[in-house]
């Protein structure tokens, strides 16, 4: 059965950073593109960053170009969101999400999600 745990988040001033963790297990982790989704309250669900199980192929929303930077350890089963210059407008449940094959931007073409990471950035 597949597993994703999330980790690292928590409040941090506008301006900060922080590193959310994905521990993968139950999958041929290196086959799988893995990537960020969130959920802000009242909002729907919006796509982060993507990247394939190579690290070849990366996309990122256009709201966190720049700022975010998606990395993977395939020896660990571990992927990783580095955060910087967070805004309020980041804040959010943030999501790990795995499947088989290409990277995609689209979250109904995940079918692995973990149970989410708070992050708050107040305003």
């Known amino acids: 059965q597949v597993q994703l745990v999330e980790s690292g988040g928590g409040l941090v001033q506008a301006g900060g950073s922080l590193r959310l963790s994905c521990a993968a297990s139950?999958?041929?982790?290196?086959?799988?593109?893995m990537g960020w989704f969130r959920q802000a309250p009242g909002k729907e669900r919006e796509f982060v960053a993507v990247?394939?199980?190579?690290?070849?192929?990366?996309y990122y929303a256009d709201s966190v170009k720049g700022r975010f930077t998606i990395s993977r350890d395939n020896a660990k089963n571990t992927m990783y969101l580095q955060m910087n210059s967070l805004k309020p407008e980041d804040t959010a449940v943030y999501y790990c999400?795995?499947?088989?094959?290409?990277?995609?931007?689209?979250?109904?073409?995940?079918?692995?999600w973990g149970q989410g990471t708070q992050v708050t950035v107040p305003s």
């Open positions: 990247i394939s199980g190579t690290s070849i192929t990366k």
């Open positions: 139950g999958l041929t982790f290196s086959s799988n593109a």
């Open positions: 999400v795995a499947n088989r094959g290409a990277p995609t931007t689209l979250g109904s073409h995940y079918a692995n």
